[in-house]
């Protein structure tokens, strides 16, 4: 069979990069072309185009980039009638893909996505194009079925969170060989996820970077995005106690002993390690400004979501400050802090449910081209 994937961020890279694993167990003789990053064009396949071309965050980027965005539509729509794929798997990055699922539904081509677009918290309005265009939806987070099926009448699949399996497939480094590749200390670490994208490193990074001379008996370690190149983050590495690691977010989680995260992928990844978090955001003004008029949620993390409640602090817009943060951190060094965190995070692998999202996903697409 031949598949053609489309994932247009990292963490759509790493979850591609395992579905096209598992994909290639249940269909040895898959063809498959992608649009994606290092991770899937590690697995095997052909790389049309690189996320980082692709990655573009908040409204007014969006506009400003409007020309690529179309020019990259135009150019993913010739490549898949030139291929002329069995099944077209989307990953979630909605702006893109559901113009490309309206055109190939015209086409009758199977258009299977994985990892819904996040319809309940703002654009409700697109579960007609949803319903209109994807044939097959696997949804990794438990509250999606119900959103899909109760409210909107659309059969979902619920496959389970890929970050569980993806976490428990990565390859384990002690503590000394991790500190010593990476010319770190013996002071406990706190770790720095400052985003992916150039736009949002920018404002991020250096807020964090704000309360480190408040924290001398902790090193701050910046996990430096796959996207980006070393040099971007030079400018923000003038504090002799703050060190840099690209590429190698996992490992820096599994031996830290908090974090400071960007709201996102990465929030939920610190949880399932394990390591008390302060969630952070700040975007644009105008950005800012037209999401709060569009999105109700009460809560921006993806923890905090899934367990509907509170359960790490989230610092955002004029909240996210150095004295805010400073206060934050502080407590979730406390050690009964941390223990009723560490409890939650317990719930909240449960409420995930186990390990194999990529199998169960490939498996399903596989066995309905069968059909």
Request: charged share 25%; hydrophobic share 40%; proline share 4%.
């Amino acid at each position: 069979m031949k598949y053609y994937i489309i994932a247009g961020e990292a963490s759509g890279d790493l979850h591609g990069s395992n579905l096209m694993k598992a994909l290639y167990e249940k269909d040895p003789s898959a063809e498959i072309r992608f649009w994606g990053g290092d991770l899937m064009q590690n697995v095997g396949g052909t790389l049309v185009k690189h996320y980082r071309e692709l990655a573009f965050m908040g409204f007014i980027e969006v506009i400003m980039n409007l020309k690529t965005i179309l020019n990259n539509i135009k150019i993913c729509k010739k490549d898949i009638e030139t291929f002329q794929p069995d099944a077209i798997i989307f990953i979630d990055y909605p702006g893109f893909n559901m113009r490309i699922a309206t055109w190939a539904k015209e086409r009758n081509i199977p258009t299977h996505y994985y990892i819904s677009p996040q319809i309940w918290a703002w654009k409700e309005n697109r579960i007609k194009a949803i319903k209109r265009d994807v044939d097959y939806m696997y949804v990794i987070l438990p509250f999606e079925k119900d959103f899909y099926e109760k409210k909107h009448s659309f059969p979902v699949h619920f496959v389970g969170h890929p970050l569980i399996d993806a976490i428990a497939n990565r390859t384990e480094v002690s503590d000394e060989i991790f500190r010593k590749e990476n010319q770190l200390s013996d002071k406990p670490i706190i770790a720095l996820l400052p985003g992916s994208r150039k736009q949002e490193i920018s404002k991020m990074l250096s807020i964090m970077l704000s309360v480190v001379k408040y924290f001398p008996d902790y090193q701050f370690v910046i996990a430096g995005a796959p996207s980006q190149e070393y040099e971007f983050y030079q400018t923000f590495l003038t504090n002799e106690n703050v060190k840099f690691i690209s590429n190698k977010t996992y490992d820096l989680l599994s031996h830290s002993h908090a974090a400071l995260v960007t709201s996102g992928t990465a929030t939920l990844e610190t949880a399932l390690f394990n390591v008390p978090e302060v969630v952070c955001y700040k975007g644009s003004y105008i950005s800012y400004q037209i999401a709060k008029r569009i999105i109700t949620l009460k809560y921006i993390s993806l923890v905090n979501l899934i367990m509907d409640k509170e359960v790490v602090k989230e610092l955002i817009q004029e909240e996210l400050n150095t004295k805010n943060l400073k206060i934050e951190l502080e407590k979730i060094l406390n050690s009964e802090s941390r223990t009723v965190l560490l409890e939650n995070y317990a719930q909240l692998k449960q409420n995930l449910g186990g390990e194999g999202a990529s199998k169960k996903t490939a498996e399903l697409i596989v066995n309905s081209l069968k059909k």
